[in-house]
């Protein structure tokens, strides 16, 4: 589980080829399936499957947990520097919540947002380390959150993304210091057995799949984990050292379904279920629908331009190579005229199917950010080269504590071959650019956007800096009609990719 994917996939958890779940987990037959399903999550969507369970349990009986990705990646989540999904979390009742992109909007916006959301934001693994504040190491939020349902006494701990000042730039989060921290969560577990006296602990989080079954490895006493941050679907439990590790998906795909048989002050029993939010087969909710308009009212101008059509599905979810990024790829190197282009391996983004129109909104659905600038400069073969060993080792580590999540960068331009189970630094070979194998002496005009390379660069052309998403749709009008291959650009030499599986168990 997190390392499988189509007919292996459906092979290891049932999955009947052409069903609603082979849709939603896996990509066989993706664009006949589209059709027949319609679009996954939104939050019209969402809200029957929730308000349907609070009914059946009774609302005082249910939390509703989210762990984080959630404030950014569309227009309207960037235009309203998060207001707008604030408004839809409230609108969906959330309770709890943890984050990772959420914090590139700035520290200052950050707590703003937080005094807009009716629910809670917990942390126990995001501390001051100013060392001119008076709150040194002092926790920036709150490290758990205890709720009284259903007779049940239940403490949810807060864990966001460990990784986030080195993921992302450390401009928006100066100051505060991100880790994983398992010796200060193992201290608030027994807090809360101990001392708060709860029947159940949950740990919400953004560790990633492979990170929260290491972590459960390490800390002892926690009943469950809700995972986030690789964006994995698990249509069931992982289970490590008693601790049931659950993560669902991304994106609003599902609603994650957990029931909790609590006696005698301790979990005797659970039940799990993953429930796919088909748009074609769950009526929307008209106040859901009244919120889109309402946000989207003042940029639909924008958003709906249609740039063009494509003839082929553009899609962002791959370890190493995708359409849609190949597409950004293209337009970039187009204007910048660079040897090669680097995009960022985010797990988010949107599909359009073949023969589709391709909105203004599809891109920035793929490229809102709050740091969208793509910039042109010079790095040498060796550099790049390492980089490149760099960005592997943080993907396929062997360790999953070293694996920082998201995919590898797409490049544009270039073209590899990668052995994921070799030693760190020995993976890439047969590494070309421009058709002729890498010359580590030589230096090559490089261009990239959503993270930080440009710091290690020479000759910045700053007057050639652009939004991604401008970049990009220029060059879909220019183009009109747009047809990707569908062939990756990397070929793997193996397919062990390390996984963390030693100790996990399916339940």
């Not at 999955?15 to 990509?27: C, K, M, N, V």
């Not at 001119?132 to 920036?140: G, N, Q």
Request: overall charge negative.
């Amino acid at each position: 589980p997190g390392f499988i994917c189509g007919e292996s996939f459906q092979k290891y958890y049932g999955i009947a080829p052409g069903s609603l779940d082979a849709y939603f987990d896996t990509h066989n037959d993706f664009t006949e399936l589209a059709k027949k399903f319609g679009k996954m999550g939104g939050i019209a969507h969402m809200k029957p499957i929730i308000d349907h369970v609070k009914k059946e349990r009774g609302s005082e009986n249910v939390l509703l947990l989210d762990s984080g990705d959630t404030w950014q990646g569309t227009a309207v989540a960037l235009k309203t520097n998060g207001e707008a999904i604030v408004d839809a979390q409230n609108y969906l009742g959330v309770d709890v919540m943890v984050g990772h992109w959420e914090f590139t909007y700035g520290k200052e916006r950050v707590h703003e947002l937080i005094g807009m959301l009716k629910g809670e934001f917990i942390s126990q693994n995001v501390i001051d380390n100013d060392p001119f504040s008076d709150e040194f190491e002092e926790l920036i939020f709150p490290p758990y959150s205890i709720k009284e349902i259903g007779g049940a006494k239940i403490g949810i701990i807060g864990q966001s993304f460990p990784f986030t000042s080195t993921a992302n730039p450390k401009k928006f989060t100066e100051g505060w210091s991100f880790a994983l921290r398992h010796e200060s969560l193992q201290e608030y577990v027994n807090e809360l057995r101990n001392e708060k006296k709860v029947d159940a602990i949950v740990v919400l989080s953004h560790d990633g799949f492979s990170v929260d079954q290491e972590l459960a490895k390490k800390v002892t006493g926690v009943d469950f984990i809700l995972s986030g941050h690789t964006h994995d679907p698990s249509p069931e439990p992982i289970i490590v050292n008693d601790t049931v590790i659950l993560i669902s998906g991304s994106h609003g795909k599902y609603i994650s379904r957990l029931d909790l048989d609590i006696q005698d002050k301790k979990v005797v029993d659970y039940s799990f279920k993953l429930i796919p939010v088909a748009s074609n087969l769950i009526p929307a909710d008209k106040a859901g629908v009244d919120l889109v308009e309402k946000w989207y009212k003042p940029y639909n101008k924008e958003l709906n331009e249609v740039l063009g059509t494509t003839k082929g599905l553009l899609y962002k979810r791959d370890t190493f190579y995708s359409t849609f990024d190949s597409l950004i790829g293209m337009a970039i190197q187009d204007e910048m005229k660079c040897d090669i282009n680097f995009n960022p391996g985010y797990r988010w983004g949107t599909t359009v199917l073949p023969g589709d129109d391709i909105l203004k909104d599809n891109v920035y659905e793929m490229t809102a950010i709050t740091y969208p600038e793509v910039y042109t400069f010079d790095l040498k073969g060796e550099v790049i080269y390492k980089l490149m060993e760099d960005i592997a080792d943080n993907v396929f580590n062997a360790n999953p504590l070293l694996q920082q999540g998201g995919d590898m960068s797409r490049i544009t331009g270039a073209s590899y071959s990668i052995k994921i189970s070799a030693p760190s630094g020995k993976r890439i070979s047969d590494f070309i650019i421009g058709g002729k194998p890498i010359d580590m002496n030589k230096t090559y005009r490089v261009s990239s956007w959503g993270g930080n390379l440009q710091n290690v660069g020479e000759n910045l052309d700053e007057k050639a800096i652009r939004p991604v998403y401008e970049v990009v749709s220029d060059y879909i009008r220019r183009q009109k009609v747009i047809d990707i291959p569908m062939e990756s650009n990397v070929k793997v030499l193996d397919m062990d990719c390390g996984c963390p599986v030693q100790g996990a168990t399916c339940s």
